[in-house]
């Protein structure tokens, strides 16, 4: 089975811009979950969908939105992006929700905002 | 905030065992741990998850004490590949999605 594909894979914006990152999950997998990365605050959890609906939300600003296709694909969008945007954003996908299958991460797009 | 405790780093021997130890004080009833681990410029991996009883796969056996407290990720033969951060999170069922990584604990596997 393909794994989780993320692309672009980097990106450079500038500020005030937008953008839009794409993930496949695994094929099957009907949960996607967004994280973002960045050396000061590590790993945290944007959102999750599940069958085109979006099932939990991290603290992040209003800027930041997703969306789930019927086959499972996902986007996530950027509005107005700032300096502190640039990070690693990592897509991920499982099985089922509220159960324990874990998740199964892409390898992310490395966006920077200058 | 992260519920669980790691030191920030170890090394170890290839070939030799790697015992990575989290604490897990306020872990709940329904709360599963979990093990990803994530390699430079890649993203996390998942290698484990267990309940209560002790867990074992092709990657690694996951040792959780019997008042769930605390538990061990034993890689049995180390290598070189297994260099990374490896991350132990504790997490509802129902919130597998949503998962609070800390910051986890360097592994460096040394020839």
Not at chain 1, 23 to 50: A, K, M
Not at chain 1, 64 to 93: H, I, K, P, W
Not at chain 2, 102 to 107: D, N, R, S, V
Request: aromatic fraction near 8%.
């Amino acid at each position: 089975k393909a794994g989780v594909t993320q692309t672009p894979r980097y990106l450079i914006k500038t500020r005030g811009q937008q953008v839009t990152l794409s993930c496949s999950p695994i094929s099957g997998h009907r949960s996607v979950s967004w994280y973002q990365q960045t050396p000061g605050q590590g790993l945290q959890f944007l959102f999750e969908y599940f069958s085109e609906t979006q099932r939990n939300k991290g603290n992040f600003p209003g800027r930041f939105s997703g969306r789930q296709f019927s086959n499972s694909r996902s986007e996530m969008n950027v509005s107005t992006l700032e300096l502190g945007d640039s990070a690693l954003y990592l897509c991920a996908s499982s099985h089922q929700t509220g159960v324990s299958s874990p998740l199964h991460f892409g390898n992310g797009t490395r966006l920077t905002v200058t | 905030d992260a519920k669980t405790t790691q030191p920030p780093s170890m090394d170890c021997a290839e070939g030799r065992a790697a015992n990575l130890p989290c604490n897990h004080s306020t872990i709940s009833g329904n709360e599963y741990v979990y093990w990803y681990r994530q390699i430079h410029s890649q993203g996390p991996q998942y290698i484990i998850h267990g309940l209560k009883n002790n867990e074992t796969n092709e990657m690694a056996s996951l040792i959780i004490t019997e008042d769930r407290k605390s538990s061990t990720l034993i890689l049995p033969h180390a290598t070189l590949r297994d260099t990374a951060v490896y991350y132990c999170i504790v997490s509802e069922a129902g919130a597998n999605s949503k998962l609070t990584f800390g910051k986890g604990i360097t592994l460096s596997v040394r020839p």
